[in-house]
């Protein structure tokens, strides 16, 4: 790497702006840490929960290694300005916020990020396929168990006792965990929805609107059962859902990602806020670099950049090849003879826009 890019990197950022809560900064919060405070939402992006209970308590976020595993060692400057100006919006006013770019440009990291910095805890994953439907996020209701634990009467074929509670077969999906009444706002990545069905992006805008759902299962039960213990998708202490029906009191960080292999309707669109990560220039390449390989890369590893930009700046590649690059330069794969290493860097950059396999 030259000096003038050297410099270009390590020239300071422009100072946040004040309306910034999110600054992409590299830091991690626990929930139990002091915590930046969040702005509040805007009068109609507020929502009032069924019920009396206090909030509930943000649980510990993932551990340490995971986080780790994810980001690399958190450094900071890894988004652009422009960017982390979109993400502090849809914070501001608690819409959803629509993530678009090519594979390996850091869409499903941005949530990750947005939940160590503002300590909201492990991040709900919803990924989804061609076969995801609304319930699947919402919840999921193991009925055959349910009748299977019911005691059986003596003698083959005997009828069957009472069923078991029901709230013991019921488990909230991640979109119906984040939509729990949490004191602060949940994150909750939806990753990869322009590979679902074409009805489950319509049928999220009444859940982005109103931040409630209900379970039908619990709702026949009536007023002879009110209230019912449940699970949720953070395989902890269960929590109680009241007349069989789930609303927010902060609406979540939700962070959809999309690789663009289909557009949205008008509506679904009008209630996010939308953002296109471009492929990463040098200062975001070098940021990635040192967030998992220790500050400042060696003269090998800044021409490795380099190269990697001027054979493939077009996005044709994705980060995380050239971050396999470089843990094999470390390695000693580059040490060998010219051949095989280049031989091995080709394939280990094989392009993403000829790639045909799945």
């Known amino acids: 790497m030259s000096g003038e890019s050297t410099d270009r990197h390590q020239a300071p950022r422009p100072r946040p702006p004040s309306w910034w809560v999110f600054r992409d900064n590299g830091a991690h919060h626990a929930p139990s840490d002091p915590l930046p405070p969040l702005p509040a939402p805007p009068p109609w992006r507020r929502f009032r929960p069924d019920t009396d209970s206090p909030p509930l308590d943000i649980p510990a976020p993932a551990d340490a290694f ?7 060692g958190r450094r900071a400057g890894t988004l652009d300005h422009a960017v982390v100006d979109v993400i502090n919006a849809a914070i501001q006013l608690r819409r959803p916020l629509l993530v678009s770019g ?3 440009t850091g869409k499903s990291s941005l949530a990750h990020q947005i939940a160590a910095e503002l300590g909201l805890g492990r991040v709900l994953w919803w990924p989804v396929v061609s076969r995801t439907a609304l319930r699947d996020g919402l919840y999921d209701y193991d009925a055959i168990g349910r009748l299977q634990d019911a005691p059986v009467g003596p003698g083959p074929g005997g009828p069957r006792g009472p069923l078991p509670d029901v709230g013991r077969y019921l488990t909230l999906g991640p979109l119906g965990t984040a939509l729990l009444p949490w004191k602060r706002p949940r994150v909750l990545l939806i990753d990869e929805l322009d590979k679902s ?3 489950l992006p319509n049928d999220l805008l009444h859940i982005f609107e109103e931040g409630e759902f209900r379970i039908r299962e619990l709702e026949r039960l009536g007023r002879s059962r009110r209230e019912a213990s449940v699970g949720t998708a953070d395989h902890g202490s269960p929590v109680v859902v009241r007349d069989g029906r789930v609303r927010c009191s902060e609406f979540p960080v939700v962070v959809i990602t999309s690789n663009g292999e289909r557009a949205f309707s008008p509506a679904f669109r009008r209630r996010c806020l939308e953002v296109e990560l471009a492929p ?3 200062r975001r390449l ?7 390989f220790g500050p400042r890369p060696d003269a090998r590893t800044a021409e490795l ?5 001027e054979e493939h700046g077009d996005g ?3 980060a995380d090849q050239l971050l396999n690059t470089v843990h094999m330069v470390t390695n000693g794969a580059a040490d060998t003879d010219e051949a095989s290493w280049t031989r091995l860097r080709a394939a280990l950059w094989r392009s993403l826009a000829t790639d045909a396999s799945p």
């Open 280 to 282: 990463p220039d040098e």
């Open 102 to 104: 090519r594979p390996g």
């Open 197 to 199: 069905d074409v009805d």
């Open 286 to 292: 070098a940021a990635m670099i040192e967030s998992h």
């Open 66 to 72: 995971e986080v780790e595993r994810k980001l690399g």
């Open 305 to 309: 950049i380099r190269s990697f930009l």
């Open 316 to 318: 044709a590649l994705a």
